[in-house]
């Protein structure tokens, strides 16, 4: 592995999950992608990735170990360059942050403009993404999870940002009829709450908050969704119930990422955002 270009292809291929994404970052077509992954894996006499029946690309253990030099490498030239932007009092970088759509969606990209103007030389990507990104593998630079983490051990960082409160929400004159969310969800506190309603029925079930939101909106029954995400949104009115159970916000970042001009000035931007919510009404 003597070429820069072929350890940073495994490492994209691993955050982006198909040659077509991982072709676009790398400026390339998803098929040259293929042939170059492919002589790499020929030369090393090793399978990088594993592709499933759906496309999408996920890396070998051998994979992973060259992704994370990788992002080393990376995060060396970052260093380098921002080191650079110091000598003129401006931040050059990019940062990738990655939370559940809800939050990426209707939260903060609505409120990059405050970051972007203090800092103009920054590109935030914001990923849309249920799953937990890797941060060793440089899935994403800032991570928010809606639990305390359990797992990455001494090379993750963790902060606790505060609480996101939660509300339900409906269109005025919405009927009584809950929208729910399905089974794998089970487990997450506004699956809960809506279970332990006395009486209550699921008239419309979904697989994630932003689908819940929009339910909502269409006036097909009452959801829980985050308090700041609901109560911005004019289609809706918050119901005065129960309160549901708040959810912990905590920010992740990589130990190795440590002192990044660019990193510091999101994690800055996330912690002083306002994650309280308002004053519910009174049904109809």
Known sequence: MQDWTDLRLIMVLGQRGGLAAAGR?????????ARRLAAIETRLGARL?????????????????LAEHAAAMETEARRAVEALGRSTARIEATVRITAVPILT???????????????????????????DLSLTQREADLALRLARPVTGGTQVMAR??????????????????????????AH?????????????RASVVVSDANTALEAAA????????????????PRLVQIRTASPPAREVWL???????????????????????????????PD
Not at 162 to 171: K, Q
Not at 188 to 200: S, V
């Open 25 to 33: 970052d790398l400026g390339v077509h998803a098929t040259t992608v």
């Open 49 to 65: 990735t594993i592709r499933s029946r759906d496309g999408r690309i996920t890396l070998t253990d051998a994979g992973r170990i």
């Open 105 to 131: 969606d209707r939260f903060l990209a609505p409120r990059l403009g405050t970051l972007l103007a203090k800092h103009p030389g920054l590109v935030v990507e914001l990923v849309p993404e249920a799953r």
């Open 160 to 185: 606790r940002l505060g609480n996101l409160t939660y509300g339900v929400f409906a269109a005025p004159k919405a009927p009584r009829a809950w929208i729910g969310y399905d089974l794998s969800l």
């Open 188 to 200: 997450l506190a506004p699956a809960a709450f809506i279970a332990a309603q006395d009486g209550t």
């Open 218 to 233: 269409a006036g097909q029954g009452w959801a829980v969704v985050p308090t700041i995400v609901g109560a911005a949104d």
């Open 252 to 282: 992740l970042s990589h130990a190795s990422q440590r002192g990044l001009a660019g990193i510091a000035a999101a994690a800055d931007w996330l912690a002083g955002l306002d994650w309280g919510g308002c004053r519910a009404a009174d």
